[in-house]
Structure formats: structure tokens, C-alpha cells
């Protein structure tokens, strides 16, 4: 089975900062895809990055980056320049990959991330 | 695109009532799929589908049903409603896997569901 530990419920960080949200997982698979979710107040689920297993690089968008130790089975992310509408719920997910029947999401009970001026 | 539609955006339930929630995409996606979420809890895989007519249980199946009888739709029925399952329900879709590689998965906007 696969589980998604997020150990932070909540984290606060002053705009313009970085910020790293830290993500664990278990699982006994060698494949697989890992992902950050954003969810701001107005509840949509918002894709913010994504790791292959396989890549040994990490995965970067804009201000957005992880380090994904694999050994470790870690996955954190760190958010630099934090503006206001960084705010919101991130959650970690965890991803089979294929070739099974169906890509099944598991995701962490996630962290309210509060961007103050 | 509408991209993934649901309806109703809120819904309150008493006991034993049963409802439908409504999922739709515009994108002729293969896969769809059916979540709860909970306070303090990440998403839970409710029900999927690999194609029209295929449908299968997630993590927590118990009161829910699902059929899948066109590409688009996939509706979820709660048969007879419990405050246990008072939750947010959010429905996705993707692509089917192509060459093994993933398909981006999109979300509808979420179903406030509460049962009194």
C-alpha cells in the first residue's frame, strides 16, 4: 500500500521569502510519479509540479521547486519569492504509474500555507 | 472547453435520503474518477472508470455507486445518505496513459455535500 505523510498542518512565511513544504511517502514501487497540489480558498485543485521517479533532476516551474530524494522518499517543495497568492492548502500526491489498469492518486492530508504582507 | 463540470456546488441531505452527484467532461477523456475529501485528510478515491461501461471500487467505495454509460458522465449516487459522508466529492479525468507516460489529471470545482 501506499501512503503520503505531510507532517506540517500549517506554516506561515513572510512575502517576498522562500518557503519549503516537506512531503514523505511510502511505497514499495520503483515507478511512479509524485505531484504538488495547490488548493485555494475557492476549493479547485491546481497541479503546481511533478517528479518522475525514474528522473534523477529535479523538477522546477518558475518559483516552484523540489528535491526528491529517493532513497529517502522524500519530496519536498520550496517556494521562493512567496507572494500573497501563494496562499492556500498544498498537498502532496503520490502516483502509480503505468502500466496499471488505472493511475491511482494517493495524497497527503496536506499544509495551509498563510503568505503575510 | 468546459473542462470537468459537477453539479450541484452545494447540497444538504437528511438521513437516509438518497441524491446523485453529477460529473461531466468535454475533453473525451477515458479516465474518470470520484473523490472525497475530509478536514485534515487529503483526497480518497471513491470510484473509477477506465472507459465507458468499466467502472471500478477505490479506497472507500462503501455507499456509493457509479455507472459509466457514456464517455462523458460519470455520476456518482449516494443510495442512502449518512453524516459520515459529509465531505467535499470532487470528480477528475485524464487521458488514458500514452506510451507510458502520464496524462495530466483535471478536477472539477467540488461538491459541498452535507447530510444532516
Known amino acids: 500500500a501506499q501512503t503520503v505523510t505531510q507532517s506540517q498542518p500549517e506554516m506561515s512565511v513572510q512575502e517576498a521569502e522562500t518557503v519549503t513544504l516537506s512531503c514523505t511517502y511510502d511505497?514499495?514501487?520503483?515507478?511512479?510519479?509524485l505531484f504538488w497540489y495547490k488548493q485555494p480558498p475557492s476549493r479547485q485543485m491546481i497541479l503546481v509540479i511533478r517528479q518522475e521517479a525514474y528522473k534523477q533532476q529535479n523538477a522546477t516551474e518558475n518559483r516552484f521547486s523540489v528535491n526528491f530524494q529517493k532513497a529517502a522518499k522524500s519530496f519536498s517543495l520550496k517556494i521562493s519569492d512567496s507572494q500573497l497568492g501563494d496562499t492556500a492548502m498544498y498537498f502532496c500526491?503520490?502516483?502509480?504509474?503505468?502500466?496499471?489498469?488505472?493511475?491511482?492518486?494517493?495524497f497527503g492530508s496536506g499544509t495551509k500555507l498563510n503568505v503575510k504582507p | 472547453n468546459a473542462g470537468v463540470t459537477q453539479t450541484p456546488k452545494f447540497q444538504v441531505l437528511k438521513t437516509g435520503q438518497s441524491m446523485t452527484l453529477q460529473c461531466a467532461q468535454d475533453m473525451n477523456h477515458e479516465y474518470m474518477s470520484w473523490y472525497r475529501q475530509d478536514p485534515g485528510m487529503g483526497l480518497r478515491l471513491i470510484h473509477y472508470s477506465v472507459g465507458a461501461g468499466i467502472t471500478d471500487q477505490g479506497e472507500v467505495p462503501n455507499g456509493y455507486n457509479v455507472s459509466r454509460s457514456t464517455t462523458e458522465d460519470f455520476p456518482l449516487r449516494l443510495l442512502s445518505a449518512a453524516p459520515s459522508q459529509t465531505s467535499v466529492y470532487f470528480c477528475?479525468?485524464?487521458?488514458?496513459?500514452?506510451?507510458?507516460?502520464?496524462?495530466?489529471?483535471?478536477f472539477g470545482p467540488g461538491t459541498r455535500l452535507t447530510v444532516l
Open positions: 500526491a503520490f502516483m502509480t504509474r503505468p502500466p496499471y489498469n488505472f493511475n491511482k492518486f494517493y
Open positions: 511505497t514499495s514501487e520503483s515507478n511512479y510519479y
Open positions: 477528475a479525468s485524464s487521458s488514458a496513459p500514452t506510451g507510458g507516460r502520464y496524462n495530466e489529471q483535471f
